[in-house]
């Protein structure tokens, strides 16, 4: 066979995908959209490490406070930077104050002038936010006159909250904490990323096998779209005298046309969105269009490995098909599914990701090869089984209402295709249960518990120096919302001036404060307590004896201070220690205020715990914008009982996101099948209900022939899911431990994709259930 | 005119459009118990809608159907469907047999359409099949058997219900003369042996010769041939 | 076919001559067989003798096809029996349909009426040799079927006919 005949039947092929008429057109039309979802997420999962890598760098290129411990000069080319961050609701917004300290001084990424003082520049989320009605009470915080924006080299995401506003006298305060002076924005000493954790690493390989997995399935259904209208079209072209292998390729070329325009598809569907991903803000992360460039290779791989995929499946659905001129021949008996290759791969891929078990530990490597080829074994092994097993069951199932049997036969006839079917949700389901189940049994180690009772204090602030405590007490007892406020001023002794050996805590406060930390028998002002019973207090005892010389901020080699003595009065009395309002059972010495001299004072700062009334809307904003009142640096800390890892919210984002986009494309594809199937119903539809079948008797028969399948592919999902789990839990040592909650949320969410299916695929049915379906003229 | 005394199934003037097709345009239909009426007319001329407007499928655009001396128009769409299930047969050109489904469940479908018990039904199915010469075919699927058998199935299936009505759209379109034959010879017998009225499209003559009187069907109007002899 | 009331029915759009008789006839019906004036001559007479015809004038030179014949009332309701009445179904009955239809076309009855009640004669036919058929043993069915097959070849052609009917009209009318 030439080459040119090879081209000539595959442009024959390709010929075949447009023409037909408007059928030819729609379903042409379909193939590509299915295709063309599936190239979609293709594109963007490759896109994905290079958007993590942009933004990594945005982060590095706008770096200032860096909590170094080189102080700069003061110079012509410097600015001082200090943290003016906040929150408002549930959202971080970064702020900074700039104060230039010469002409030269550098300016941050997506800002072309430097605010001045009482003006700000603002990211345009925040600027949004800050014109909007919801944003009233951040205004009051941040009321500088919006100069500007912030461009997007100097933004990390579409919706991120940022400004930066010109500052006033904060050179005496650079390096106390958050201020600083740079000469330059920037990371000084670049990461180039972090070394990934092995449990996080396997987390991340399984998301996206568990992502692209029914991605590939559901590209493989859609290039079968209209497979038995092209058969009788090959059957055709017999008949005029092509021989099989013709018939062949002309098939491959059809395959390969549809393909290609699924590409075209695919590139537009990432164009647009792309631009969406800029507008959309999911699970507090947002990103520009820009960072969603796809690898060069990788989509280069795309571009060539769907096609190929397509004619390959082709081939293989026409591998059961005799094409005679005068029509297509089923191999007489499709030959019965066997079991053991089927049962072989998840096995072989359990047994693959079963080498591995414990070495998730104490610096162990996964081989990433096994790694993702035992995932895709057990997950594809799934797929190979579900045909299985919907023959094997639906050929069992007894008698039923009409709806039933009709459903049932209609599965026996055609198990494979309704099988086809859910294979991409009963994948997507399989291994978001797995994932779910290895987050459930690791969240423990990378969710710390922050020790905070949350039912007595809800907020902390902190008072800034050179503001006495009770004034902030004050000022924050005033604020809307806010129930009850106690005030310490803290601080810590050690037994020397310099490189002090023993340290104890010291807590100042009047009687009522202390009180809560302490019972003290009895209390007036001037009194000091030694607290007893004190967790992570060992040296107060031996420190808090009257007499005896003490030193607040103690130097030492690698901080000088300046160490005030104080010494301990001599009517110390004994107070047992009870949980405070942070939950902790404080130890040191508990002084009321005029127990300390005035140089002491100055070594101890103070910190306000708030009980909020939760009834107020917004409460913690008023107590914010007082804050803000008082120290315009001040971010009052919001109180949880943990706090996630960082790395480990990104990866549950990015499965959330993920698994999201496959359910809704598989819905999709599950609609445009059953959608497809109905069609080529139409008459014989017409003539049930010719004969008084009622609707909802046919409806219902769809809605078992889509449930039948789909509870079966759920619980292989479940059972291959939590198998899948189990075995990534033993690899990181952790204890198995199915998440019950998540099993069955994941199934719901499986059953409400094909719920929404169903019900979609309804209105549909009714039209073609009506009488012109038997019209023929 | 008034529907003929007697007449199990009447319409007077009715009219249908499908969009700027006029189908029907003033036809007259009416038929007795136990007869057989042939409705002919060249393809296009209405016949098909006339028969599904009768049969309660489609609503006309006016004009006025009585069954039994009832208004069709009176009633909704689920009483017309509980009419054509337990009072209509029907059987068409093709199409209309459940792939699926083999052939005696096919029969029983109507039956247990209107709730009767699969185990009853497929009783009654099977002795139809055996009056229509295809209960060995029982077993099969309809894509096993030939177009005569399965359309003797959709007959037997048409006529399982007892139906007081039988309406057939070219029942005999797709077979042989043979075939076609064997087919109108069953459907009619059994009709006549039930008292079922036949309402017969079709546009063959030796198909008509079965029936007992005509009704021509020309540009959407009607002409009973026995009322102009 | 009867040539009685095929001119019969010529003369219903007015009064003719014997040759112009002759001559619309053959043009519309004799494609194969011209009339020879002898039998215009004896037909004429025997309508005029049934008092169908009567003579509308003569031209000099006698004979008779000098003649001018017109339509009597009578006449006039022959020709309507005639057509109305569907012919006994059997072969070779297309020439006298014809003739029937075109002449329906020429004195404005409605053709379709005609081809209508033929067929529903033709199908009364069917009926017959049909039930016979159901009735009798296999030489009955070989019989009645030769039967079947040629009425059903005559209805195809009055259906065949029934819709060209506008067609016809327009040759007829030139």
Known sequence: MNLGQWAKDLAMGVRFAFAGGREGWVRALLTAVGVGLGVALLLLTTAIPNALAVRHDREAARTDITYGDTTLKKGDDTLVVADAGTSFRDQDVRGRA?????????????????????EMVVSPALKRLLESDDGKLLRERLPDRIVGTIG??????????????????????????????????????????????????????????????????????????????????????????SDGRMTRRVAAGEAMAGAALGLVFGTVFFLVGRQIAGSVEAFG??????????????????????????????????????????????????????LWW????????????????????????????????????????????????????????????????????????????????????????????????????????????????????????????GVPLDSVKEKLAGTKGVDRVFGYSEGYVGDRAHEADHFTQVTVGDCASLREVASLPSCREGDAFVATGGEYDEDGAQLAKPGRTVYFDPSSEYEKTTPVAWTVPQNLKEAPSVKDPTGFKRGGLLLTPSALSERAAQAVAGEV??????????????????????????????????????????????????????????????????????????????????????RSTLSLSVLWQTAIPIGLGLLLASVGGMALGAVLLRMTDTPVQVDWASVLSMTGVGAAVVLAVTLLSLPPLLRLMRPDGLRTE | MTAPPGSLLAAEELRKAYGPTVALDGAEFSIHPGEVVAVMGPSGSGKSTLLHCLAGIVPPDSGSITYNGRELATMNDAQRSALRRSEFGFVFQFGQLVPELTCVENVALPLRLNGVSRKEAEKAALSWMERLEVDDLRKKRPGEVSGGQGQRVAVARALVTNPRVLFADEPTGALDSLNGERVMELLTDAARSTNAAVVLVTHEARVAAYSDREIVVRDGKSRDMERVV | MSIGHTLLGLLESGPRHGYDLKRAFDEKFGHDRPLHYGQVYSTMSRLLKNGLVEVDGIEPGGGPERKRYAITDAGITDVQRWLATPEKPEPYLQSTLYTKVVLALLTRRDAADILDTQRAEHLRMMRILTDRKRKGDLADQLICDHALFHLEADLRWLELTAARLDKLAEVVAK
């Open chain 1, 98 to 118: 700039l104060e230039p300290e010469g002409p030269r001084a550098p300016l941050p990424p997506g800002v072309r002038e430097l605010p001045a003082v009482g």
């Open chain 1, 152 to 241: 997007e080299e100097g933004l990390i995401g579409s919706t991120e909250l940022a400004f930066y506003r010109g500052g006033e006298g904060l050179a005496p305060k650079v390096d106390d904490g958050p201020v600083t002076r740079i000469d330059r924005f920037g990371d000084p000493n670049p990461t180039s990323s972090e070394r990934m954790d092995p449990i996080l690493l396997l987390l991340i390989l399984v998301v996206f096998v568990v992502l692209l997995t029914p991605v590939a399935v559901f590209i493989a259904a859609a290039v079968r779209f209209g497979g038995e209208r092209r058969d009788r079209r090959l059957a055709a072209l017999r008949l005029v005298g």
């Open chain 1, 285 to 338: 992360y947002s990103v520009f269009p820009s960072y969603l460039n796809p690898s060069p290779l990788l989509a280069l791989l795309v571009a060539v490995a769907v096609p190929a995929a397509a004619v390959l499946v082709t081939q293989f659905a026409l591998r059961g098909v005799v094409i005679e001129p005068l029509g297509v021949v089923r191999t007489a008996k499709p030959s019965r599914r066997r």
């Open chain 1, 342 to 465: 089927r049962l072989l791969m998840p096995l072989a891929g359990l047994a693959m990701l079963y080498t591995m078990v414990g070495q998730g530990r104490d610096g162990g490597e996964f081989n990433q090869y096994l790694v993702i080829g035992g995932v895709m074994l057990l997950l594809v092994g799934v797929t190979a089984l579900l045909p299985w097993i919907v023959e094997a069951v639906v050929a069992r199932l007894g008698s039923g209402g009409v709806a039933w049997q009709l459903a049932v036969r209609r599965l026996q006839l055609s198990s494979g295709t309704a099988a086809r079917m859910v294979n991409g949700i009963a994948v997507a389901v399989a291994g978001a249960i797995a994932l779910q189940m290895l987050f459930s049994g690791v969240a423990g180690d990378y969710t710390e518990s922050t020790g905070q009772d949350v039912s007595r204090v809800q907020m902390q602030v902190h008072v800034p120096q």
């Open chain 1, 609 to 694: 715990y708030l009980r909020l009334d939760e009834s107020v809307p917004d409460v913690r904003e008023y107590v914010r914008n007082t804050a803000a009142r008082i120290d315009p640096f001040a971010d009052p800390m919001v109180w949880t009982s943990t706090e996630r890892s960082d790395q480990f919210t990104a990866i549950r984002t990015g499965l959330f996101i993920g698994a999201t986009c496959v359910l809704v494309l598989i819905g999709a594809s599950l609609l445009v099948s059953q959608l497809e199937q109905l069609r080529e119903r139409k008459k014989l539809l017409s003539s049930l209900v010719a004969f008084g079948t009622r």
